[in-house]
């Protein structure tokens, strides 16, 4: 998957290349190679809390920043981000997929982890600027530009464990990608895990602490079970994986766990249980057992994915659970995953209405 993965980031690229020859920016051939998320634009939006008041934001380079040693973030990983993507439509426009709930999330993880308040409006404007300033880089689909806003709290003092840092930095960052799975999508393998990914009380937060207490299981995972990812299911309750939410679909039905703080409430996911139910499934958001799922596996139709803005609707086909293999349905990728992915990317491309008022046009 990976050389796949490559060549269609590869090809994306250059098309964006061909496309921009008047752009700002050159994609050297390394760069073409890479894989995603490690091509970035060579500028960046950026905007600092002085303590007091938010200053302007700006077009700045991307290539580094300047932070004390002492810096809250990092010591006491003050920091919370967001990964959304602009697409190129038909017709040379481009379109920001639910940059608001994007932004919503962004200012409830903030928030939650007592960085600096800021205005949506300051974060659309620089995600809005920067999308524009690299509208010619913005890949044909199947590719798109995923843009990452960050937000770090910047205070040099290491006495603070306790206390917020006084003042931060946002910024966005803009990365280039092509599609997540170029040349078919396989069925994923996912480990079943009793543990939590990350404190309950943090889940719903976008933090880069989350992610780093979800490495070492997803790295054993990976190793000893070849699983692809990890499905955090503490106590029998499934939850999402790394960096993806879990979706079960038994015919009619799309079954996934309802908000709580346990776990980020994905973009994606909302989307698909929208476009699920206007297809006229039948949506269940509640909590679902490990004995539940696998029962529900072993039905010949049944089908299960993971939603996510990197991998859109991913198909699931083995459940490793306490060392026992079980197939999802046949194991293959199913037909509805693939027609509920379809519809949400046809929107994304502007090939579908866009019902819900999810993009916006800049
Ligand atoms: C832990 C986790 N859960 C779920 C998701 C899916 O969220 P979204 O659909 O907003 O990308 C992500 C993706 O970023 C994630 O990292």
């Not at 659309?124 to 524009?132: F, H, L, N, P």
């Not at 299911?233 to 939850?239: E, I, R």
């Not at 790394?242 to 703080?261: P, V």
Request: proline content about 6%.
């Amino acid at each position: 998957m990976r050389n796949a993965l490559r060549e269609t980031l590869c090809k994306s690229i250059t098309q964006t290349k061909s496309a921009s020859q008047s752009g700002p920016s050159v994609i050297s051939r390394k760069e073409q190679m890479a894989a995603f998320g490690s091509v970035f634009m060579p500028e960046m939006a950026m905007a600092q809390f002085d303590g007091n008041a938010w200053g302007p934001s700006a077009i700045v380079p991307a290539n580094s920043i300047s932070l004390h040693p002492g810096a809250h973030v990092l010591h006491y990983a003050s920091t919370c981000f967001e990964g959304l993507k602009a697409f190129r439509h038909e017709d040379g426009t481009i379109a920001i997929f639910r940059m608001d709930k994007n932004i919503a999330r962004m200012l409830q993880s903030s928030e939650l982890l007592s960085l600096p308040k800021f205005e949506p409006a300051l974060l659309s404007q620089m995600i809005v600027d920067a999308v524009r300033h690299f509208a010619a880089d913005v890949p044909t689909p199947p590719g798109s530009m995923y843009i990452r806003p960050t937000h770090i709290g910047t205070e040099p003092a290491i006495g603070k464990a306790a206390t917020p840092t006084l003042t931060s930095m946002l910024y966005v960052l803009l990365s280039p990608v092509g599609d997540y799975f170029a040349g078919g999508s396989r069925a994923l393998r996912l480990l079943l895990e009793d543990n939590a990914r990350c404190a309950p009380h943090m889940g719903m937060i976008k933090s880069g602490g989350n992610y780093a207490s979800a490495l070492q299981p997803t790295m054993q995972a990976k190793a000893k079970h070849q699983a692809d990812q990890v499905l955090f299911c503490p106590h029998g309750d499934v939850q999402e994986t790394g960096a993806a939410n879990f979706l079960l679909i038994d015919g009619n039905e799309i079954i996934t766990k309802a908000l709580d703080a346990s776990f980020l409430h994905g973009v994606t996911r909302d989307s698909i249980l929208t476009l699920a139910r206007d297809l006229g499934m039948t949506v269940s958001e509640r909590d679902l057992t490990v004995d539940e799922l696998l029962e529900r596996a072993a039905k010949p139709g049944t089908e299960a994915a993971l939603s996510g803005t990197a991998a859109v609707l991913a198909p699931v086909g083995t459940l490793i659970h306490r060392g026992t293999e079980f197939k999802v349905g046949s194991g293959e990728p199913g037909p509805t995953t693939a027609r509920l992915r379809q519809a949400l990317n046809d929107i994304q491309w502007g090939k579908a209405e866009d019902k819900h008022g999810w993009l916006t046009k800049i």
